[in-house]
């Protein structure tokens, strides 16, 4: 009888977590899917139904962001910035967090809390004193203001992400590369960068969605129109061209393509990366 009431609860339990399962899958797909209508969708489609599905899909919308709205030369800005940015970032997080993470020097627990500490300021509380800063250094309206606004801003969680993976490795190995000669700069890039390359590809993930849907800061620095990011193009856009629903949609996802592309090529990495240094050998 328990055996049966131990059965019956399995069941139950079993049910009521894939009720839950199927029923966050359509909270999370639902805008997905209410965006891809409405940017199929003309304007006077989109006035008589706003929810349902297009009578006469259109990819007009598509076409006009596209073409008229200099959404590829967005993208162009948009692809050399956070390719740029990235390069700086994976060198500055792999090097720091080999540092913090596999080297002993004086002051490391001290550095180490102060780049964590930076993590706390949101962007709009520091936004006032980076639009200082940049224009003192003659960098606004540049691409190389921002990219090293960008690194300087989300270094310090990729550093902190490599530091706890670094820490996990074996300290043997890097005193086994030591002890046959090899230099700091030996043990990072032939020993530490191979062995860590799904935290890596997480890290790339991360990092480059976080620069690609970054706003304040672009919207601080780069003010002339043909230097604008994807992001910013988009959230000025509405109010420069006074764009229906439906075309301000296809712009939007329009914006997601590279990202959702990255995101399914490098899901292996993702995952990898996510269990990654969760044994410490």
Not at 8 to 19: A, E, N, S
Not at 225 to 250: D, N
Request: hydrophobic share 55%; with cysteine; glycine share 8%.
């Amino acid at each position: 009888m328990s055996l049966q009431k131990g059965r019956l609860w399995d069941l139950i339990l079993r049910g009521m977590t894939h009720f839950m399962l199927i029923l966050f899958s359509l909270v999370i797909a639902y805008p997905i899917y209410f965006s891809i209508i409405t940017s199929l969708k003309s304007s006077a489609d989109y006035a008589m139904d706003k929810v349902g599905v297009p009578t006469s899909p259109t990819i007009q919308n598509y076409i006009q962001v596209l073409l008229n709205m200099n959404m590829l030369r967005f993208m162009f800005n948009t692809v050399l910035l956070v390719g740029v940015s990235m390069v700086l970032y994976f060198l500055i997080c792999t090097a720091a967090g080999f540092a913090f993470g596999k080297l002993r020097f004086k002051g490391r627990l001290w550095i180490f809390t102060f780049v964590l500490f930076i993590q706390i300021f949101p962007q709009m509380v520091i936004a006032g004193q980076i639009y200082q800063m940049i224009s003192k250094m003659q960098l606004l309206n540049t691409y190389v203001g921002l990219i090293l606004v960008w690194v300087a801003y989300f270094a310090p969680f990729g550093t902190y992400i490599m530091t706890t993976y670094y820490g996990s490795i074996p300290r043997s190995l890097v005193e086994s590369a030591r002890i046959d000669g090899a230099g700091v700069i030996q043990q990072l890039i032939w020993i530490m960068i191979p062995i860590a390359k799904p935290m890596i590809g997480t890290l790339g993930i991360i990092g480059a969605l976080a620069m690609w849907h970054e706003l304040p800061f672009s919207m601080l620095i780069l003010q002339r129109q043909q230097m604008r990011t994807l992001t910013l193009g988009i959230a000025l856009m509405k109010g420069e061209f006074g764009l229906p629903t439906p075309v301000l949609t296809a712009a939007i996802m329009a914006t997601s393509a590279i990202p959702l592309v990255m995101y399914i090529i490098f899901q292996n990495y993702i995952t990898m990366g996510s269990t990654a240094g969760s044994i410490k050998g």
